[in-house]
T-cell receptor, first 114, second 109 residues
Framework: IAGITQAPTSQILAAGRRMTLRCTQD?????MYWYRQDLGLGLRLIHYSNTAGTTGKGEVPDGYSVSRANTDDFPLTLASAVPSQTSVYFCASSARVTDTDTQYFGPGTRLTVL | GQNIDQPTEMTATEGAIVQINCTYQTSGFNGLFWYQQHAGEAPTFLSY??LDGLEEKGRFSSFLSRSKGYSYLLLKELQMKDSASYLC??????????WGAGTKLIIKP
């Protein structure tokens, strides 16, 4: 693989269910991010990780959790999904936290919570 | 609060030039990014400005005025494949990107 992969591509989920969105990168980037994108709104940061073993909260962290056990993987978990979490979720990475070059994005996961 | 403003939608003609504006108010400034996003796809990097002035990359140019909190993306010789959303984002003092809602560009033949 090359770049960032996300799974699943799309998912329909019943409210109250637990769901983990997967994200894997093979660029050996230190920093990883989870965003949600909703119509009419900009990308909003959910959680981020500056390096393996550390995580931080973004703008909209409530209802989500993340872990960063190694450099490559950064899963996002919805402990008990609610309809307002219906969105498109993008995982991204950059070489360093202070890397002002670019963030690279995965293809996204389209999640519908009913 | 932090705010990024850009027009919701613009229409232009194939072969023409279009300018997409972005104004921002953020806590600190570590550069301004433009990304392109085709419908149903991920954002992809277009340009980065941290100093005032114009950066040119082929048909695309990006301008920044830090004193005015203003940037624009200029697209020349428009092609149908340029139909996409263009996202403006500012890196704040915490090195986090603050994103505008995006400008949907419609290209007509």
């Amino acid at each position: 693989i090359a770049g960032i992969t996300q799974a699943p591509t799309s998912q329909i989920l019943a409210a109250g269910r637990r769901m983990t969105l997967r994200c894997t990168q093979d660029m050996r980037h230190n920093a990883m991010y989870w965003y949600r994108q909703d119509l009419g709104l900009g990308l909003r940061l959910i959680h981020y990780s500056n390096t393996a073993g550390t995580t931080g909260k973004g703008e909209v962290p409530d209802g989500y959790s993340v872990s960063r056990a190694n450099t490559d993987d950064f899963p996002l978990t919805l402990a008990s999904a609610v309809p307002s979490q219906t969105s498109v979720y993008f995982c991204a990475s950059s070489a360093r936290v202070t890397d002002t070059d670019t963030q690279y994005f995965g293809p996204g996961t389209r999640l519908t919570v009913l | 609060g932090q705010n990024i403003d850009q027009p919701t939608e613009m229409t232009a003609t194939e072969g023409a030039i279009v300018q997409i504006n972005c104004t921002y108010q953020t806590s600190g400034f570590n550069g301004l990014f433009w990304y392109q996003q085709h419908a149903g796809e991920a954002p992809t990097f277009l340009s980065y400005n941290v100093l005032d002035g114009l950066e040119e990359k082929g048909r695309f140019s990006s301008f920044l005025s830090r004193s005015k909190g203003y940037s624009y993306l200029l697209l020349k010789e428009l092609q149908m494949k340029d139909s996409a959303s263009y996202l403006c984002a500012v890196m704040d003092s915490n090195y986090q990107l603050i994103w505008g809602a995006g400008t949907k560009l419609i290209i007509k033949p």
